[in-house]
């Protein structure tokens, strides 16, 4: 197999530079190219704007860690391309999600909150979970480092998303109580935030019963668990068909 061509955009931010020692690492990948809307030296070319890139360049996947707002201009070019997207930014809005969701009718896009493979895991756990505990309260803890913009994480929201699927009832995700004071709904799913220091990502899903609680955790000690989820998902993505593809048909591809 040919090494898959990789354009980074968000080269220059620190889950950038983790997928580059990740890919510098791997046989399987080349970056040929970055984006950045700061001025970087590197080992290869890097832009300020994708749009700068040259599609003779012949990029394989577009690897995205940059900024939710840059979306429009990676998928006119990955269309424009015919290569494939890996989008790992999260915190889009309605529009930007049906941009993507257009895109992939089109070209292959890979779409993810959280590119490791313990999450993707934690959410099959979760969702059998709130099947099995029916009536549990269920409550959602994400923490991270002071300079994460978004709030909650797109992996809270995945771990929301898990839980939706297992409950009988029509769940409504609850991010504020501080406003209403009355008893908690029993459909609600609460999620709550934390920002400080360094953490890399820590989420925790806890059930809370009558007599027991349940938690289920995952917490990430370093940011090359994403940087090597996102290296093996360019390296799926490459040559499939139009979709939208995620982490689950790669974790499926492997067993």
Do not use: W
Request: charged share 25%; proline share 4%.
């Amino acid at each position: 197999m040919n090494e898959v061509k990789i354009i980074l955009a968000g080269a220059g931010g620190r889950m950038g530079k983790a997928v580059i020692a990740a890919a510098n690492e791997s046989d399987k990948v080349s970056i040929i190219a970055g984006v950045d809307i700061n001025p970087m030296q590197s080992e290869f070319p890097v832009y300020l704007g994708i749009s700068e890139v040259s599609p003779k360049l012949g990029a394989d996947v577009i690897v995205d860690f940059s900024h939710h707002t840059a979306i429009e201009g990676i998928l006119r070019y990955a269309v424009a391309s015919s290569c494939a997207a890996v989008i790992c930014t999260t915190g889009h809005t309605p529009e930007e999600l049906d941009m993507i969701k257009k895109a992939s009718e089109k070209i292959p896009v890979f779409r993810s909150g959280n590119m490791s493979l313990g999450i993707n895991l934690l959410m099959a756990l979760v969702k059998k979970a709130a099947e099995v505990l029916e009536g549990y309260d269920i409550e959602i803890i994400e923490k991270h480092h002071n300079q994460k913009l978004d709030a909650p994480s797109g992996t809270a929201l995945m771990l929301a998303e898990a839980a939706e699927k297992g409950v009988s009832y029509q769940p409504e995700l609850i991010y504020d109580r501080h406003q209403v004071r009355k008893k908690r709904e029993k459909n609600e799913i609460g999620i709550h935030s934390v920002r400080g220091g360094n953490i890399v990502g820590e989420h925790e899903v806890m059930f809370a019963g009558p007599e027991e609680i349940v938690t289920l955790s995952h917490s990430a000690s370093s940011r090359d668990v994403f940087a090597r989820g996102a290296v093996k998902a360019a390296v799926f993505m490459k040559g499939r068909p139009a979709g939208m593809y995620d982490m689950q048909d790669v974790i499926n591809e492997s067993v």
